[in-house]
């Protein structure tokens, strides 16, 4: 079955990176696009940024609020898409999802992203 687990989350002081893993299982890796995707406390999930298909063109897409400061990546060969966050803020904590999409990156609508991983908790604070 289809399996996505995030790792790399931590407690970070502002101003600071992170690097965010979620290895993939069960499916056709390259042949998906892939999101992330954030939750704080009493919030609505937001996205955050996601990747087209490597068959399609590997576009990505940012939310606004990210714009600049986060960057996603593939590695197909390791099933493994990556969300490298720089320039950290105490806004940016939350839980970070990361999801299997359809096979392009169009938005973040829930209804595009049929599977998630469980999460993994980011705290920017000093």
């Known amino acids: 079955q289809v399996q996505l687990v995030e790792s790399g989350g931590s407690l970070v002081q502002p101003g600071g990176a992170l690097r965010l893993s979620c290895v993939a299982s069960g499916f056709n890796f390259g042949g998906y696009a892939l999101g992330w995707f954030r939750q704080a406390p009493g919030q609505e999930r937001e996205g955050v940024a996601c990747?087209?298909?490597?068959?399609?063109?590997?576009?990505?897409l940012y939310g606004d609020s990210v714009k600049g400061r986060f960057a996603i990546s593939r590695n197909d060969s390791l099933n493994t898409v990556y969300l490298q966050l720089n320039s950290l803020k105490p806004e940016d904590t939350a839980v970070y999802f990361c999801?299997?999409?359809?096979?392009?990156?169009?938005?973040?609508?829930?209804?595009?992203?049929?599977?998630w991983g469980q999460g993994t908790q980011v705290t920017v604070s000093s």
């Open positions: 990747i087209s298909s490597t068959r399609a063109d590997g576009k990505t």
């Open positions: 999801a299997r999409g359809r096979i392009w990156c169009v938005g973040f609508s829930d209804n595009d992203y049929p599977y």
